[in-house]
DNA sequence: GTCAAATAAAATCTCGAGATTTTTGATTTT
DNA sequence: AAAATCAAAAATCTCGAGATTTTATTTGAC
């Protein structure tokens, strides 16, 4: 019988499950993961079989966590014919940067419009924390922070817009954000970003705080257009080779 | 041992599976169109044990036609509490719309701009379609016709912005439109439309085909509106009940 | 009587085996 | 040799039973 005792602090570092309430969650996190990180490589087939031993979960488990990945465009399926990690192109990547664009500036604009003293606070911190990491970047490895410099990024841009009374705006916001993730992640490949982002990152913080919405979004805007110009340039290099 | 020979022709229209690949397919496609009629009640638990046998599939085999449903945002999953109807209320349904006319008057825009002659011919057959159906309106029964006026609706108004190259407009644009679809059908329960769309659409088609871009935006933008504000009154009743 | 703990019931979640379909490869025919 | 046919292999899809968790009910303590 098993021991309902609740197991010693720090033993739960070794649960795989991590913060899932279920092994769907696991499986699909899991996956995601692999996903933005180019691990699962774009295009490439999801045999079901293959995976129930790569994630140690059955196959209806796998399925169904594949099924969320297919709501958020990281995957596609077409009956009987299995699931495959979603291919990339430069296309795509246009499309999802321009219509990613519409709808941030749009919240954007509307976040600094409602922005309460919470927001105020919550845009500073989150800035600090970047440059926080950004600051290590000069001196240590990055492949090793690359993992805390995307959380704290993701962290920022959220700020910004969390503002937004629109559940619609945030929802697409984040399935959009993920895929440009990816095509980053992808492009980088573990490379540092050869341009000054914390600069860009700052003059947008100040703008925001300052209540200049054109301001703002002029700087929002031309931030990811330089990004998707810095990265569509490796991507072309990358999957040209 | 079951018949290997193809069925007569006409005999598959008793097959439950209808045009689905899959079980799962199927399964989404039924429970799909019971949120959208208001079959299944906003907010309401969505049993596995219990759909089982409405829908005569297996437990996994429902779930993951369930977890489709997620990825449109038509049902809500909580861990280790099963699934609900998505709920509805008048903000969601305002800020639906809100994003809607902002991603589909953009996607209009471009549409207008790069549509060919096969677009013109998709929006002047498809509205000519549309108004069949509504001059049927005028005599027979509304409740018969309902779905076939949803069916030429949808189609109308995916054919005037058929031209846009953005697969992530269209993806979300789909989304939203089921979205209102939801509302729509539930505030009117089954009762006519008391205004004159059909003007509204022909004046948004001859603007389109004119290569009118601002006028019909701007004439689209006022249909949103105006079945909005229509539907919501309506909507804000039902709810009050 | 109220609260809490223990128990029972109900529901979700999970698994792996089997049915169905697709894909691959071998054989035959033109 | 190319195309078509058939058989074998591999993969998807599907099911229902059992494990786990949540929810409801009962019992007991104060």
Redesign the interface.
């Known amino acids: 019988m098993r021991e309902t005792v609740t197991p010693a602090l720090g033993a739960d570092s070794e649960d795989p499950r991590r913060g899932?309430?279920?092994l769907?969650?696991f499986a699909y996190e899991a996956m995601r993961q692999d996903i933005l990180r180019g691990a699962l490589i774009p295009g490439e087939r999801l045999r079901v079989e293959a995976l129930k031993d790569t994630y140690k979960v059955g196959a209806?488990t796998l399925?169904?966590a594949l099924?969320?990945l297919?709501?958020?465009?990281l995957v596609t399926a077409e009956?009987?014919r299995g699931f495959r990690v979603a291919p990339i192109s430069l296309k795509?990547f246009e499309?999802?940067t321009?219509?990613r664009k519409?709808?941030e500036l749009?919240a954007l604009r509307e976040s600094i419009t409602n922005g309460d003293d919470d927001w105020e606070a919550g845009v500073v911190a989150s800035f600090h924390r970047l440059s926080k990491v950004e600051e290590q970047f000069k001196s240590q490895d990055r492949a090793t922070l690359s993992g805390e410099w995307e959380e704290r990024n993701r962290a920022f841009h959220a700020a910004l817009i969390a503002a937004t009374?629109?559940?619609?705006?945030n929802?697409?916001i984040d399935i959009?954000y993920q895929q440009s993730e990816r095509y980053r992640r992808i492009a980088l490949a573990g490379r540092a970003v050869n341009r000054d982002v914390h600069n860009e990152h700052m003059a947008i913080k100040e703008a925001a705080l300052n209540r200049d919405s054109d301001e703002a979004c002029r700087l929002s805007e031309l931030h990811i257009d330089r990004t998707f110009e810095a990265l569509s340039k490796m991507f072309q290099a990358q999957q040209g080779e």
Chains 1, 2 share one sequence.
């Open positions: 899932a309430r279920t769907v969650e209806s399925r169904e099924t969320l297919v709501g958020e465009a009956g009987q795509d499309d999802a321009r219509v519409l709808i749009e009374h629109s559940r619609w705006l929802h697409f959009l």
